[in-house]
Structures are given as structure tokens and as C-alpha cells.
């Protein structure tokens, strides 16, 4: 079992930056696909950006390639997303989600993972 915990959530204006933090405990996260979702109010969850199986992969969804960045740091069992010169329209609840047997053509599909944590509030707003 794997539990997992955002933190780092706010209220930035356009332009700013943030970053994400999921804390991971139960099982070490290496060896597990990693990622980062959202959900805006009345909208889909959609992926942000995720790891492979192996840590060696990044994928980020169109709408965030060039101003987010995806990192962990195994040692911590942390899991991080730095998001530059936000918008508006990235105001949605960040979930980090975490599969043991996620691949690379799942990487992007919320059903390929096996524990998700409780999300984080992001609003980008003047």
C-alpha cells in the first residue's frame, strides 16, 4: 500500500510560479510509474506530466510542455512539479498519482494507476 500526500497548493497571480510536492510512504517510489494530474471544476482530470516505470522517461501534457517540470528525488520518496509562468486557465486541483505496472502507452491515462493522493488546490488568479 501506498500513500500519498500534495502539498504546496495556493493562490498565484499570472505569471508566477509554484511548485508541488507529493510525499510518498508504504513502499519506495523507485520502480514505480509516477505522475501528476489535474482536474478544473466541471472538467476532466488530465494529465500533467509523468515518469516512467523506470525514472528514466518524462511526459508532459501539451498544455504545460515548456513551463512545467516534473522531478522526484528517491531518497526522499518525494515526488515535485515546478510550474512557471502560469495561467488562468492551470487553476484545477493537482493530484500525484502513482501505478506499479503502468506503460509507456498508459503513462497518460488515469486508469493505469494504482494510488492517488488527496490533491492540492492551484488558483491562478489577479
Known amino acids: 500500500q501506498v500513500q500519498l500526500v500534495e502539498s504546496g497548493g495556493g493562490l498565484v497571480q499570472p505569471g508566477g510560479d509554484l511548485r508541488v510536492s507529493c510525499a510518498a510512504s508504504?513502499?519506495?517510489?523507485?520502480?514505480?510509474?509516477m505522475a501528476w494530474f489535474r482536474q478544473a471544476p466541471g472538467k476532466d482530470r488530465e494529465f500533467v506530466a509523468g515518469?516512467?516505470?523506470?525514472?528514466?522517461?518524462?511526459y508532459y501534457g501539451d498544455s504545460v510542455k515548456g513551463r512545467f517540470t516534473i522531478s522526484r528525488d528517491n531518497a526522499k520518496n518525494t515526488m515535485y512539479l515546478q510550474m512557471n509562468s502560469l495561467k488562468p486557465e492551470d487553476t484545477a486541483v493537482y493530484y500525484c498519482a502513482a501505478g506499479r505496472g503502468v506503460i509507456t502507452s498508459s503513462i497518460r491515462s488515469q486508469n493505469a494507476y494504482d494510488w492517488w493522493g488527496q490533491g492540492t488546490q492551484v488558483t491562478v488568479s489577479s
Open positions: 515518469y516512467s516505470r523506470t525514472g528514466g522517461y518524462t
Open positions: 508504504g513502499r519506495t517510489l523507485s520502480g514505480y510509474a
